[in-house]
């Protein structure tokens, strides 16, 4: 019963995060509909396994009504992701510290933390290096474009399956964007404040459950297991990375002394229960949505 109101909590944070992101970049986002919106992309990208890259096209699609470009709506899921990877650093570090304290931070959750850590820094800089040029962005992702008309060609006789020149368009945008963003980077700390809490209460509900099975475990070796299991999430195949994300955190859990008879079957309720409290409500609001878009197309 305590997963409910986690996760009622944990898309309020979500939606606090994207009002605050979108705020900067001069757009107002009513909370209801961003909360509604925040629902159906986790459905999106649970069910549409891509890594993300159909919740930046299904965000981009639901906020065009609302004069929001798409510009505006890819920086400002970028910018929720970096900010929710930047927050688990601070987690990493707080469930190695954790872990320290009961003896259980072996060598092997230190280099698993830490090759994480390294990563999202990586990452970070190689995304802010790329974003921050004119020349830099349209190089990178105009270069992704033309690739993926060329692909697209190869099966379809459509000369031109992305418009290059709406494209180099919107990505001229979207650095406008970050660089006005980045002359003003205090901004972005009540912002990661909200990523940070949207991520405890995800790992709140986890420990429910261990909770609920009788058992008081290490909050660190779920920490560490939530953030590789997730990470894991993003390049699966298979619609939310089932299979591989239980794996995952089994494995980690047992390094963090977290005996598999007990984490597997919490692991397991967990991702079961989660999804029945998250993907029908966010089912029913995505299908809601697609009529709604079909029905004001249909207007004359």
Same mark, same amino acid.
């Given at each position: 019963l305590l997963m409910i109101p986690?996760?009622?909590?944990?898309?309020?944070?979500?939606?606090?995060?994207?009002?605050?992101?979108?705020?900067?970049l001069k757009v107002d986002v009513a909370y209801k509909f961003m909360y509604r919106v925040a629902l159906e992309l986790n459905f999106v990208n649970n069910v549409f396994p891509s890594g993300g890259v159909s919740g930046f096209s299904y965000l981009s699609l639901r906020l065009h009504s609302r004069d929001i470009s798409t510009a505006q709506s890819t920086l400002a899921n970028m910018i929720k992701l970096i900010l929710t990877f930047v927050s688990f650093q601070i987690l990493l570090v707080l469930g190695l510290f954790l872990l320290a304290?009961?003896?259980? &931070?072996?060598?092997?959750?230190? +280099?698993? /933390? @830490?090759?994480?850590?390294?990563? #999202?820094?990586?990452?970070?800089? =190689?995304?802010?290096?790329?974003?921050?040029?004119?020349?830099?962005?349209?190089?990178?992702?105009?270069?992704?474009?033309?690739?993926?008309?060329?692909?697209?060609?190869?099966?379809?006789?459509?000369?031109?399956?992305?418009?290059?020149?709406?494209?180099?368009?919107?990505?001229?945008?979207?650095?406008?964007?970050?660089?006005?963003?980045?002359?003003?980077?205090?901004q972005l700390n009540r912002?990661?404040?909200?990523?940070?809490?949207?991520?405890?209460?995800?790992?709140?509900?986890?420990y429910s459950v261990y909770v609920a099975f009788g058992q008081w475990v290490n909050p660190?070796?779920?920490?560490?297991?939530?953030?590789?299991?997730?990470?894991?999430?993003?390049?699966?195949v298979l619609p939310g990375g089932v299979g591989i994300y239980? &794996?995952?955190?089994?494995?980690? +859990?047992? /390094? @963090?002394?977290?005996?598999?008879? #007990?984490?597997?079957?919490?692991? =397991?309720?967990?991702?079961?229960?989660n999804m029945a409290i998250q993907l029908p409500p966010g089912y029913i609001l995505y299908h809601r949505a697609l009529n709604e878009?079909?029905?004001s197309s249909a207007k004359p």
């Open positions: 986690l996760e009622v909590y944990n898309y309020h944070f979500q939606t606090k995060l994207f009002q605050r992101v979108f705020r900067l304290i009961d003896g259980r &931070a072996s060598g092997l959750l230190i +280099l698993v /933390a @830490g090759s994480l850590v390294t990563l #999202l820094i990586i990452g970070t800089f =190689v995304f802010a290096f790329i974003i921050g040029s004119k020349q830099r962005i349209n190089y990178f992702f105009l270069n992704i474009t033309k690739i993926i008309n060329r692909l697209i060609k190869i099966f379809s006789r459509h000369p031109e399956a992305i418009n290059v020149a709406k494209a180099k368009a919107m990505l001229n945008e979207l650095h406008d964007h970050y660089m006005e963003i980045k002359r003003n980077l205090r912002p990661l404040v909200y990523a940070l809490l949207a991520n405890l209460t995800e790992i709140l509900v986890i660190g070796a779920v920490i560490i297991a939530y953030a590789v299991a997730n990470f894991a999430g993003l390049i699966s239980e &794996a995952l955190m089994t494995a980690v +859990l047992a /390094a @963090g002394g977290v005996p598999a008879s #007990l984490s597997l079957p919490v692991t =397991v309720m967990y991702r079961i229960l878009e079909q029905g």
